[in-house]
Each structure stands twice: as structure tokens, then as C-alpha cells.
T-cell receptor, first 114, second 113 residues
């Protein structure tokens, strides 16, 4: 088990461009979460999937943000028309549905919008 | 999720025990107490969790007050690698649930050699 992986680890883009990040969860985990973390703050929950179903998306920051998990395995987070305020660390976590479940985090993708 | 209160920072010496407090006076009966930590430039890492009884694992111990309104994370012998931000988080009975984890600012633990 290699844990949660995220790609790319770093992304620099120009304002107005679209970016897509990928998360590969721990293989048997059926829940997958996306968070955003800005400097000096704790991670902020964005959205989550149970298998391929996106069960919570009201916390996505704007309609420029979208996420998919088409086959219930890996997930992608897309930001359209990036803005400088989108610069942050984007974290993915996965867990196995159950009582007191623990989330396991990936290393994150650091986005810089110029 | 119910709110938790932690000190902004704490300092300890290497090889000494560290007690990190967390207050959660509005905890509900089905809330689990989770602790995560985040080392510099890494994603958060699970440390320990509990419901009512004290818990021990290879990383730490969790002491939960009898009224569950506070808890303490205990690192028995701190090393320089324990320097991190420690987050105390309450989750409902089903774990992360629909709202994910609610992180506060946590406690920045500084370890002096």
C-alpha cells in the first residue's frame, strides 16, 4: 500500500488558465475528500465522494471548481479560469466508510497562479 | 462539527513528554475526538482518535476527560521530528461525514534540542 498520491506536486499557471489535479486514493478506500489549504490556515473541506457519487459539493469555493471520480477510484479536481486567490495547497484524502473512520491524506498539490 | 479550542503554540524540549490540550465543551455524545498533525510541507497525518476511553498507539496517547469536554494528546518522548502543527478535531459517529473534517488553526509545537 503506497498511500494516497497526488499529481502534480507543484503547478504554476497564469491567471485565466484551467488546471486539473489528480488524486489516487488508497485502493480499498471508498471515500475521497478534497481540501484546500492557504498559508497559515488549517485545511478547508471542499467536497467528497463515496465511490463515484459526489455526496457533498456545496463547499466548493465557486462554480469554477469541479471534481469528478468517474469510476470510483481516482479523482480529479479542476479549476477553470484561475485567479491569483486560487493559489494554495490542494489536498486529497481517502477513508474507508465506517465508525470513527480515519482520513489518510496525500502530500498535496501546490498551485501558484501568476 | 463542534468547535475545539487549542493553544496557538507550545514549546518543549527534546526527549521530554509533551501534553497538548484541547477543549471541546460543546461535544455531543456521538462525536469522536481525532488528532492529526501536519509536518512542514506535508499533508496532515493521522495521530490518534477516541470516543470515551483513553487510547494508546505507537505514536501517542489520548487522555479524555470524564465529561469529554476536554482531551490531551500526550507525546511520551518528543523528538525533533515531532515538530508540527497538531489539530484536534471532532467528528460525528460516522467519521468524517458529509462535511469532511473541520480543521482549526491547531497548535504549533516547537521542539528544542
Amino acid at each position: 500500500d503506497t498511500g494516497v498520491s497526488q499529481n502534480p506536486r507543484h503547478k504554476i499557471t497564469k491567471r485565466g488558465q484551467n488546471v486539473t489535479f489528480r488524486c489516487d486514493p488508497i485502493s480499498e478506500h471508498n471515500r475521497l475528500y478534497w481540501y484546500r489549504q492557504t498559508l497559515g490556515q488549517g485545511p478547508e473541506f471542499l467536497t467528497y465522494f463515496q465511490n463515484e457519487a459526489q455526496l457533498e459539493k456545496s463547499r466548493l469555493l465557486s462554480d469554477r471548481f469541479s471534481a469528478e471520480r468517474p469510476k470510483g477510484s481516482f479523482s480529479t479536481l479542476e479549476i477553470q479560469r484561475t485567479e491569483q486567490g486560487d493559489s494554495a495547497m490542494y489536498l486529497c484524502a481517502s477513508s474507508l466508510l465506517g465508525v470513527g473512520e480515519t482520513q489518510y491524506f496525500g502530500p498535496g498539490t501546490r498551485l501558484l497562479v501568476l | 462539527d463542534a468547535k475545539t479550542t487549542q493553544p496557538n503554540s507550545m514549546e518543549s524540549n527534546e526527549e521530554e513528554p509533551v501534553h497538548l490540550p484541547c477543549n471541546h465543551s460543546t461535544i455531543s455524545g456521538t462525536d469522536y475526538i481525532h488528532w492529526y498533525r501536519q509536518l512542514p510541507s506535508q499533508g496532515p497525518e493521522y495521530v490518534i482518535h477516541g470516543l470515551t476511553s483513553n487510547v494508546n498507539n505507537r505514536m501517542a496517547s489520548l487522555a479524555i476527560a470524564e465529561d469529554r469536554k476536554s482531551s490531551t494528546l500526550i507525546l511520551h518522548r518528543a523528538t525533533l521530528r515531532d515538530a508540527a502543527v497538531y489539530y484536534c478535531i471532532l467528528t460525528d459517529f460516522s467519521g468524517g461525514g458529509a462535511d469532511g473534517l473541520t480543521f482549526g488553526k491547531g497548535t504549533h509545537l516547537i521542539i528544542q534540542p
